[in-house]
T-cell receptor, first 117, second 113 residues
């Protein structure tokens, strides 16, 4: 149980284009999903917290107009990187929290590797 | 700003021995603590969670938490070559699950056959 999927698993795009990444909880409902980013040789950094039906909360230094997050249902959150640039190339990983539970164990998706040329 | 510190390693341990991984955190009010394993190019995989002071055992893994010292550790008994990976310590907040996690940079563990 507690499986999270991401699509696509990898994407290559040209500078200036937008890329959408989907995160789905397959066998549970997630009121809260999180988006992380990991650059090579570094750890995961929280980008934003996404709550179903409300606006995402962004961490300091993350541009909300560049990284658009939509959490339209209890099983789907999307991250759109708008006007992507090479410095946005990274490993983007989402996680989902099991709704109704007290403990904050997060289940991670397999990640999406974005390369911006 | 919350910080989670880990020794980056690499930590080299002979097969069959005990691997000991350590982590300290800065936010005294943190309530939840996690160890994740991450293989190169993959996303993190949850190994252990711990919320109360003391030890928590799960198979070959034992997590230890000391909130007074702001210290978390992970012991891996009977280490296997497949345990070779980067181990990430992560700390949650006090939001009852609504907070994102703060990760350390990870310790690279190498189990020598």
């Amino acid at each position: 149980g507690a499986v999270v999927s991401q699509h696509p698993s990898w994407v290559i795009c040209k500078s200036g284009t937008s890329v959408k990444i989907e995160c789905r909880s397959l066998d549970f409902q997630a009121t809260t999903m999180f988006w992380y980013r990991q650059f090579p040789k570094q750890s995961l950094m929280l980008m934003a917290t996404s709550n179903e039906g409300s606006k995402a909360t962004y961490e300091q230094g993350v541009e909300k107009d560049k990284f658009l997050i939509n959490h339209a249902s209890l099983t789907l959150s999307t991250l759109t990187v708008t006007s992507a640039h090479p410095e946005d190339s990274s490993f983007y990983i989402c996680s989902a929290r099991l709704a109704g539970g007290y403990t904050d164990t997060q289940y991670f998706g397999p990640g999406t590797r974005l390369t911006v040329l | 700003q919350k910080e989670v510190e880990q020794n980056s390693g690499p930590l080299s341990v002979p097969e069959g021995a005990i691997a000991s991984l350590n982590c300290t955190y800065s936010d005294r009010v943190s309530q939840s603590f996690f160890w994740y394993r991450q293989y190169s190019g993959k996303s993190p995989e949850l190994i252990m969670s711990i919320y109360s002071n003391g030890d928590k055992e799960d198979g070959r893994f034992t997590a230890q938490l000391n909130k007074a010292s702001q210290y978390v550790s992970l012991l891996i008994r009977d280490s296997q070559p497949s345990d070779s990976a980067t181990y990430l310590c992560a700390v949650g907040g006090t939001g009852g699950g609504a907070d994102g996690l703060t990760f350390g940079k990870g310790t690279h563990l190498i189990i020598q056959p």
